[in-house]
């Protein structure tokens, strides 16, 4: 049985994320920055490649659209997220739902200003399938404090 192409190792691990997403997302915050991005994938007019380094820049005075690469980083990404927040950036993150890692306890549950789950699974970069996981929309925004609810996108 051959193994679905979804769930084979990406040779980047940089994904694109869906254009229809984003721009239901831009509409909302207006992004000024993509601190994750490649010259091929970029969102905003701004972004930082990994040549610039993203967790090493500043961020504040921007409204941030971040799909941090996956590999093993992603805490690095949402701690930079929810800090660059508190400097007065707005920072919304598409990443993983794994509410079990230890980013999500540290910094997510008692920073967040709202944590929005999609339905289903994203298809990044052009694929044919949904990813093997879950996404999330994690919005960080020390100015705003949203109501509680759960959104779909999908």
């Known amino acids: 049985m051959a193994i679905p192409q979804a769930l084979l190792p990406s040779k980047s691990n940089e994904w694109a994320t869906p254009q229809?997403?984003?721009d239901c997302l831009n509409k909302e915050f207006r992004f000024t920055?993509?601190?994750?991005?490649t010259n091929e994938n970029h969102k905003c007019a701004r972004y930082f490649t990994i040549k610039e380094d993203g967790l090493q820049s500043d961020w504040k005075k921007n409204s941030v659209f971040m799909n941090p690469p996956y590999g093993g980083q992603t805490g690095n990404w949402i701690k930079k997220a929810w800090e660059e927040s508190e400097k007065g950036a707005t920072v919304?993150?598409?990443?993983?739902?794994?509410?079990?890692?230890?980013?999500?306890?540290d910094y997510i549950f008692?920073?967040?200003?709202?944590?929005?789950?999609?339905?289903?699974?994203?298809?990044?970069?052009e694929s044919k399938q949904g990813a093997p996981f879950a996404s999330a929309i994690i919005v960080f925004d020390k100015k705003k404090k949203y109501s509680p609810k759960v959104y779909a996108y999908g």
Do not use: E, M
Not at 33 to 37: E, K, T
Not at 92 to 105: E, F, G, K
């Open 110 to 125: 008692p920073h967040a200003a709202q944590i929005r789950f999609i339905r289903g699974r994203l298809k990044f970069s």
């Open 33 to 37: 920055l993509d601190p994750c991005a």
């Open 20 to 22: 229809w997403l984003f």
């Open 92 to 105: 919304v993150c598409l990443i993983t739902a794994s509410p079990d890692r230890s980013y999500w306890h």
